[in-house]
């Protein structure tokens, strides 16, 4: 399989930034003497012309919306190619291994998948056995691959430009964005995490000179902001400090982003205020909640009080913090939500929190690491197996409702670009009225051009 065209990556969907799951995979493959080609469904329609022509094809699924795009394309791939290998790769594969190995896949890999995926084409070259360290196939059953492996620089010489994907909008000017990552896998388990029952609580360094020369062709491709996408880039922080020394050393105009827990906000306080001097703009945190009972459920390793606190931290180093939400969970009250809400607002975070944020719901996708308490069982329902989750109801079918409604209208408030501070306070008169609370009035909102503008990516996050 050493033609062009022999072998093809899909990404499915990556979060409105230029897919690094085809970019690390195709360097790989192409210094191995393998020229392997990628496609961008996020953005490019998939010719038939190189479905037909492959024989091995990897779909990159990194995230539940990836599952769910890569299907469909699946379904397409088999009407057209019924002779190709199809792959599938990335944290959601081995979640959901079961079912894709019954719905047109040959194999799945997960955690460090670059040298198993090299492996697996070696393999099927020579018509030997399937049986590969971290490929998963229906006679072959394998965990993710939690091995160090080595790394080569990613090509993005074949993927879409830059400006096809997600910008940096600064408030008065947007900007071509980049995306890397210094580390893979994450330090802490938390339930509802994904991560969590792959890398099982390991984590593994990108080497420094690998993620710099990442870097670097990004800005020769016109990126003027880089986020970093680890699950959490202060799982590693004198290796993340010093990629942020070198980068701005390389590009002084350089700004950047990164994910970080709220319990590493307050672990390296100091950290900040050098981040920001080396050009942060922005830090997004996944607090999920304000309730304490939640985010005791979750294992979050924060509580309310931290949030507080971290909130602190950032604000002294001017480094903004952008949250993201579990927002509907089922111990997440009416009060909580609307606590969550007053929070959000008395804490000046309004135009801090995309307005998508407030409709996310708990997935418990197989796998999930919260199967494994007994207290799960009193509120799980069924497994959705297209759907890749298990299903659940609140007990309060208030907060059903609720959840509906606010997706509604987040949707519709996106589609007409309402004011986001708008939005938010149309969400907080929904839920104030399923408690029977006198309608709240929607107070006058500062135009959002007279405010202080929040830097963000301009597509919003969602799973």
């Known amino acids: 399989m050493r033609q062009t065209g022999d072998i093809l990556l899909i990404s499915c969907y990556e979060l409105g930034h230029q897919p690094l799951s085809l970019a690390s995979p195709l360097g790989y493959l192409k210094s191995a003497g393998y020229p392997a080609t990628a496609l961008d469904a996020a953005v490019d329609k998939i010719p038939e012309t190189a479905i037909r022509r492959a024989r091995f094809i990897g779909l990159s699924v990194p995230m539940h919306t990836a599952m769910r795009v890569g299907m469909d394309i699946t ?140 870097i670097d062709q990004q800005v020769s491709l016109g990126a003027r902001h880089m986020t970093f996408g680890d699950p959490d880039f202060l799982n590693g922080p004198t290796h993340s400090l010093k990629v942020l020394h070198a980068m701005h050393e390389a590009h002084p105009d350089l700004t950047f982003d990164f994910t970080t827990k709220v319990e590493h906000i307050l672990e390296h306080p100091a950290f900040f205020s050098e981040a920001r001097t080396l050009g942060g703009l922005f830090v997004i945190s996944a607090i999920e909640s304000t309730s304490d009972l939640v985010l005791d459920r979750l294992e979050k390793g924060h509580t309310r009080m931290d949030i507080d606190r971290a909130l602190e931290i950032l604000g002294a180093a001017d480094l903004p913090m952008r949250p993201s939400l579990v927002a509907f969970t089922p111990w997440t009250t009416l009060d909580g939500y609307l606590d969550m809400l007053i929070f959000i607002e008395t804490h000046n975070l309004v135009d801090h929190i995309d307005s998508v944020q407030y409709t996310i719901r708990l997935l418990v996708p197989p796998g999930s690491a919260l199967l494994n308490h007994e207290e799960t069982f009193t509120w799980l329902g069924s497994l959705d197996e297209k759907a890749f989750t298990y299903q659940w109801h609140h007990p309060d079918s208030r907060m059903d409702r609720l959840h509906q409604d606010v997706s509604e209208l987040v949707e519709k408030a996106d589609e007409t670009k309402e004011d986001p501070a708008l939005t938010f306070y149309r969400i907080k008169q929904k839920a104030s009225a399923l408690r029977e609370d006198a309608l709240l009035p929607l107070p006058t909102v500062v135009p959002f051009s007279k405010r202080r503008r929040v830097p963000r990516l301009t597509e919003a996050w969602f799973c």
């Not at 088999?78 to 291994?97: D, M, P, Q, V, W």
């Open 75 to 214: 379904r397409h791939i088999r009407t057209i190619n019924k002779e190709a290998y199809l792959c599938f790769y990335g944290l959601y594969a081995s979640l959901n291994a079961d079912y894709l190995l019954s719905h047109g896949a040959d194999a799945v890999i997960s955690g460090e998948y670059e040298q198993p995926l090299l492996d697996l084409i070696c393999t099927l070259e020579t018509d030997a056995p399937i049986m590969v360290p971290g490929v998963r196939t229906l006679h072959h059953t394998s965990p993710p691959h939690l091995a160090r492996q080595s790394f080569v620089k990613p090509d993005r010489s074949q993927l879409p430009e830059l400006k096809r994907y997600a910008h940096l909008d600064t408030g008065n000017h947007t900007l071509l964005a980049g995306y890397t990552e210094a580390t893979r896998g994450c330090l802490h388990t938390c339930l509802h995490c994904p991560i969590t029952p792959i890398y099982q609580g390991r984590f593994f360094v990108v080497p420094r000179d690998i993620v710099l020369a990442d």
